[in-house]
């Protein structure tokens, strides 16, 4: 509540207060006043509760609800993660494979190069 609906509020209650004690009423008159008074602002304040209470509890529902929701797209970004990790490991072992025959032929053709230039540089060089 903000400081100045408080002082509203007290001023009005004030003003209230002295109204009635210093209007022209017998005292029993003044002190029907106060208790109906009272009783209506008693109401009032169970009314207000009340509906503080309902709207705390919808709240309180939605927050569950938005958490639920947030909890299960976790667990599907999880899921999900969890599968493409797999497909990226597979991809990965396939491409290691694929480069170590690549880098065995390389291996393999700069032999026999090497051969054929060791074999060439005898010839000429004689």
């Known amino acids: 509540m903000s400081k100045t609906l408080l002082k509203v509020i007290t001023v009005a209650v004030a ?9 022209p009423k017998s005292g029993k008159e003044t002190r029907k006043e106060i208790k109906d008074k009272a009783l209506e602002a008693k109401k009032y304040a169970e009314e207000k509760a009340d509906l ?10 939605t927050v569950k609800t938005s ?4 909890g299960d797209e976790a667990n599907e970004f999880a899921k999900s993660t969890k599968v493409s990790a797999k497909v990226v490991a597979k991809e990965a072992s396939k491409l290691g494979a694929e480069a170590k025959t690549r880098a065995k032929r390389v291996a393999d053709d700069a032999k ?3 051969k054929q230039v060791k074999k060439d540089a005898k010839t000429h060089l004689k």
Do not use: P
């Open 67 to 70: 958490a639920k929701h947030a």
């Open 15 to 23: 003003g209230f207060a002295a109204g009635i004690l210093l209007a």
């Open 52 to 61: 503080a209470k309902e709207i705390g509890t919808e709240g309180l529902a």
């Open 112 to 114: 026999r190069t090497a």
